[in-house]
């Protein structure tokens, strides 16, 4: 059995919490890593902004907010339409917090 180190305190999460600043941090934290994924599609695919906005049916400005990390308001449909102009699909789940210890 592991034993309990004093010295340790609360979670990262516990601390985002308390600062009441969990929920942004991990959106932006999430759209970071959906900018980046598509991003690393487009190397993959020798895919130029020019032509993924072609492939989304979108303008360029559109497509630099889907892949700005920093603009969490990107509608689900226009992030859809990305993931499949890179051979992609976007899975989204909702679950239950860990029980906590």
Do not use: C, W
Request: charged letters at 30%.
């Amino acid at each position: 059995m592991a034993k309990h180190n004093p010295h340790t305190g609360s979670t990262f999460d516990d601390f985002l919490k308390e600062e009441g600043i969990y929920e942004a941090v991990q959106a932006k934290a999430l759209k970071r890593a959906l900018a980046e994924q598509l991003a690393e599609g487009m190397a993959a695919t020798k895919l130029g902004k020019a032509g993924m906005a072609r492939k989304m049916a979108t303008s360029r400005s559109q497509l630099d907010r889907v892949l700005d990390p920093n603009n969490l308001s990107v509608q689900l449909d226009t992030l859809i339409k990305a993931a499949r102009a890179v051979g992609k699909v976007v899975e989204i789940k909702i679950k239950r917090p860990p029980k906590a210890a």
